[in-house]
């Protein structure tokens, strides 16, 4: 069984930065994708970035510029850098991993149970 687990998360003032963690046990994940969304109260869950085998990323128009996604050392790890934050970018984070991109952006794969971010003005 595949277990996700996101870390990183916390309080911050407008325009600081976090980076968040995603760890994956319970397999090998070098040829796996990667994805990060979050889900503001009241709010449906967004696409934010994703990266898949090769190291190809891709991102939402919404962060691009400001939010990096990248690999660790690790092949079970990934992290998202997200600077410049902004209010609106107060909600809960989500990774995801899975066989590729398109299966993530599905909905599909294994999901972690998510880290809070909240930008204070």
């Known amino acids: 069984q595949v277990l996700v687990l996101e870390s990183g998360g916390g309080l911050v003032q407008a325009g600081g930065s976090l980076r968040l963690s995603c760890t994956a046990s319970g397999r090998t994940f070098g040829g796996y994708a990667w994805g990060w969304f979050r889900q503001a109260p009241g709010k449906e869950r967004d696409f934010l970035a994703s990266i898949d085998w090769s190291g190809d990323a891709t991102y939402a128009d919404s962060v691009k510029g400001r939010f990096t996604i990248s690999r660790g050392d690790v092949v079970n790890t990934v992290y998202l850098q997200l600077n410049n934050l902004k209010p609106e970018d107060t909600a809960v984070y989500y990774c995801?991993?899975?066989?590729?991109?398109?299966?993530?952006?599905?909905?599909?794969?294994?999901w972690g149970q998510g880290t809070q971010v909240t930008v204070s003005s």
């Open positions: 995801a991993v899975a066989v590729d991109v398109a299966t993530i952006r599905r909905g599909f794969g294994s």
